[in-house]
């Protein structure tokens, strides 16, 4: 009799453990593997560049619904997952204002084949118009959409420019920017990796975004403003020293 109670005993603990084990192997979910890319994005090699950051699909990832002026950043490619941590982290610290990460999206080759190693802002325009459209259709009309890659751009609707840090643009009813850090990085120029002269410089170009697409600031001729009007290389973005006002509008 103890024998067979013990059997039993035995059997009702292997059946809990094994219980057991089922909701946690249902519980736990697989860790995305993130997307590394070791060289800038350009050139003919530009295939890494291209997934999703796999890495951002931990967070939650907003619709962008929330607050009176809607900041959402749309991550397109291999962006660096740290950077957009610490954007996110300085727009909270520095300006109290919530940048709303977006689902990050791939860039196909067969939808975004490279000239020269760079994609056409104006279709990464129309990528995030057309993957996040019925999102837009459901917010206030002073909500914005920024993407940002790694990716090397150009605008192909004018010739007369080799490259830009970034494009904006009014299509109704939400304003939608692209910026792009890979002029940015120092060593799309041969000089040494520095992630804060990325940061500064993407933070320019963003908060410059932001003053002028979500709080509707008019563009100006000091040099040292991010309202400046002629932002043409390096130099002029590294002239900058103004930020947004403190605290930001809301």
């Not at 059997?11 to 946690?24: P, Q, S």
């Not at 940015?184 to 040494?192: E, N």
């Not at 963003?206 to 040292?224: C, G, K, W």
């Amino acid at each position: 009799m103890r024998s067979i109670r013990r059997r039993l005993l035995l059997a009702g603990i292997t059946l809990i453990l094994v219980a057991a084990a089922g909701c946690l192997s249902v519980r736990i979910r697989p860790t995305p593997t993130p997307v590394q890319v070791d060289e800038p994005c350009s050139g003919g090699d530009v295939d890494p560049c291209r997934p999703a950051q796999s890495d951002l699909y931990g967070e939650d990832v907003s619709d962008c619904t929330g607050g009176d002026h809607p900041i959402c950043l749309v991550p397109l490619g291999a962006v660096d997952v740290d950077l957009v941590h610490r954007l996110v982290d300085f727009y909270h610290d520095e300006y109290d204002v919530t940048l709303q990460v977006m689902h990050p999206l791939d860039l196909d080759e067969n939808e975004f084949g490279s000239s020269r190693g760079q994609l056409d802002a104006n279709a990464l325009f129309e990528h995030i118009i057309d993957v996040e459209g019925g999102v837009l259709n459901q917010h206030a009309p002073n909500a914005a959409f920024i993407g940002l890659t790694p990716f090397d751009i150009s605008d192909r609707s004018d010739p007369n420019n080799n490259y830009v840090f970034g494009l904006k643009g009014d299509p109704a009813p939400h304003p939608v920017g692209i910026i792009s850090t890979y002029r940015m990085d120092p060593r799309a120029w041969g000089l040494t990796e520095n992630d804060d002269v990325v940061f500064d410089r993407l933070e320019k170009m963003f908060s410059r975004y932001v003053a002028i697409m979500v709080y509707s600031l008019p563009q100006n001729n000091d040099p040292t403003s991010i309202l400046y009007r002629n932002i043409g290389g390096l130099d002029d973005l590294d002239r900058i020293i103004e930020r947004l006002p403190t605290p930001a509008p809301r």
